[in-house]
């Protein structure tokens, strides 16, 4: 095969996932090729904890919006307030400005930045991996080109094709499909609060009319909003519900900056590398919270991870490390996804259980661990009575011995 351009790492696709990991290698010495599709930007309510902005060193100057709590609602329209006690916060960023720092944090790091469509892993002779993208030319037609690389990760999203082309059993992993629209509000994002929209506050809905499956939301970012659902069903127009959720909340006149939508998995995949030296991270790994659809900071940390696992590849030739990557993960994060899945396959199935659920979110133990275990990414093991007072609460809504 002739002579092509080599790196020691070729990242693909540029979203939270793969540019952390490039970061990260890049900064260590390692020559990165973070390679990214044009025009991507992910549906995603942007919603980031004060961890990931102090744990990735994020500038705060891409905090958009501070959201001091949320409020839901259930399928008879009941409403439940969840403040966010002690001055806490959840961060909003816009996708587009936030992927794009932060691939421009790994280019600065020494990461080599290139546009392109990602088409198939081949291998040279000795086995060395070579990756084929597609590049379009100044006159709409595309070439090919191939770079040689020690180690691979697949960071393009779910539906990934590194994982369907090298990991087993990605390709059967179920999904939602979320859409959402992102508008601009610049008079809105100085009023108050009112009955329809408050820019310091997210909204869910947990109404058939907006989602039979998942849940509808309304994220402030400022001087814009997303407005998005998400479903399983794939007879559901999510198109539509959005529309009604637009005009329910008084914002269907508002100007529609751009419009959104792409698959997001439901669990982590039980496989996240090759057993050579492809390693998966983000949506490719599956690594999206169940129940809440949360996938920024877990792709970061994936990102991350992956990228440890790579650098102690390359530094020993074992190939076995990589498996740290998701080993690591879930050994951090696999009892939350496990109860977040439990939660979602339980209480999302009717708008009976949905409407019981909105009624134990009433409980303010329950918004206390809620927004603990959100902030820290991790269970709450400080506070046993109050865990063992929402058990029991919850056993009792499990046996409908209270009413919704």
């Known amino acids: 095969m002739q002579t092509v351009e080599r790196f020691d790492v070729v990242v693909i696709g540029g979203g939270p996932a793969g540019a952390t990991a490039a970061h990260e290698l890049a900064a260590n010495g390692r020559s990165v090729l973070l390679l990214d599709r044009a025009g991507r930007i992910k549906p995603c309510g942007g919603a980031i904890p004060p961890k990931l902005i102090s744990e990735f060193a994020i500038d705060e100057a891409l905090i958009v919006a501070r959201v001091g709590g949320a409020r839901i609602f259930s399928p008879a329209s009941r409403q439940v307030a969840m403040p966010i006690e002690n001055d806490g916060f959840v961060g909003m960023v816009d996708r587009?400005?936030?992927?794009?720092?932060?691939?421009?944090?790994?280019?600065?790091?020494?990461?080599?930045?290139?546009?392109?469509?990602?088409?198939?892993?081949?291998?040279?002779?000795?086995?060395?991996?070579?990756?084929k993208?597609?590049?379009?030319?100044?006159?709409?037609?595309?070439?090919?080109?191939?770079?040689?690389?020690?180690?691979?990760?697949?960071?393009?999203?779910?539906?990934?094709?590194?994982?369907?082309?090298?990991?087993?059993?990605?390709?059967?992993?179920?999904?939602?499909?979320?859409?959402?629209?992102?508008?601009?509000?610049?008079?809105?994002?100085?009023?108050?609060?009112?009955?329809?929209?408050?820019?310091?506050?997210?909204?869910?809905?947990?109404?058939?009319?907006?989602?039979?499956?998942?849940?509808?939301?309304?994220?402030?970012?400022?001087?814009?909003?997303?407005?998005?659902?998400?479903?399983?069903?794939?007879?559901?127009?999510?198109?539509?519900?959005?529309?009604?959720?637009?005009?329910?909340?008084?914002?269907?006149?508002?100007?529609?900056?751009?419009?959104?939508?792409?698959?997001?998995?439901?669990?982590?995949?039980?496989?996240?590398?090759?057993?050579?030296?492809?390693?998966?991270?983000?949506?490719?790994?599956?690594?999206?919270?169940?129940?809440?659809?949360e996938g920024i900071y877990y792709a970061m940390t994936g990102g991350r991870l992956a990228a440890e696992a790579v650098e102690e590849f390359l530094e020993t030739g074992d190939c076995r490390t990589l498996k740290k990557a998701r080993k690591r993960f879930m050994r951090s994060h696999g009892r939350v996804?496990?109860?977040?899945?439990?939660?979602?396959?339980?209480?999302?199935?009717?708008?009976?259980?949905?409407?019981?659920?909105?009624?134990?979110?009433?409980?303010?133990?329950?918004q206390r661990l809620t927004w603990e275990a959100y902030m820290n990414k991790k269970l709450v093991r400080a506070k046993p009575l109050a865990h063992v007072k929402i058990f029991f609460k919850d056993l009792a809504h499990l046996c409908g011995l209270v009413s919704p």
Not at 102 to 108: I, P
Not at 340 to 355: A, N, P, T
């Open 337 to 366: 996804f496990w109860i977040l899945g439990i939660m979602q396959r339980f209480w999302y199935s009717s708008d009976g259980r949905r409407e019981r659920f909105v009624t134990m979110c009433e409980d303010r133990d329950v």
């Open 96 to 131: 587009d400005v936030f992927d794009e720092w932060l691939r421009n944090r790994a280019s600065s790091a020494g990461a080599e930045r290139r546009t392109g469509t990602f088409e198939a892993i081949d291998r040279d002779r000795d086995g060395t991996a070579i990756v």
């Open 133 to 293: 993208y597609r590049v379009r030319n100044d006159d709409a037609s595309e070439r090919e080109e191939m770079v040689r690389a020690r180690a691979v990760i697949g960071a393009d999203g779910a539906k990934s094709s590194v994982a369907r082309q090298a990991i087993p059993g990605a390709k059967r992993v179920p999904y939602v499909f979320a859409y959402h629209e992102i508008i601009r509000t610049p008079q809105l994002a100085q009023m108050k609060a009112s009955d329809g929209y408050d820019p310091q506050r997210c909204d869910i809905y947990y109404q058939g009319t907006y989602s039979p499956d998942f849940y509808a939301w309304v994220f402030p970012h400022g001087e814009t909003a997303s407005i998005g659902t998400g479903s399983a069903n794939k007879g559901f127009s999510l198109r539509n519900a959005v529309g009604a959720l637009r005009t329910e909340i008084g914002l269907e006149v508002a100007e529609t900056i751009r419009r959104e939508g792409a698959p997001i998995p439901l669990r982590p995949l039980k496989k996240w590398d090759n057993g050579r030296d492809v390693v998966l991270a983000g949506d490719a790994a599956g690594v999206v919270a169940p129940a809440s659809g």
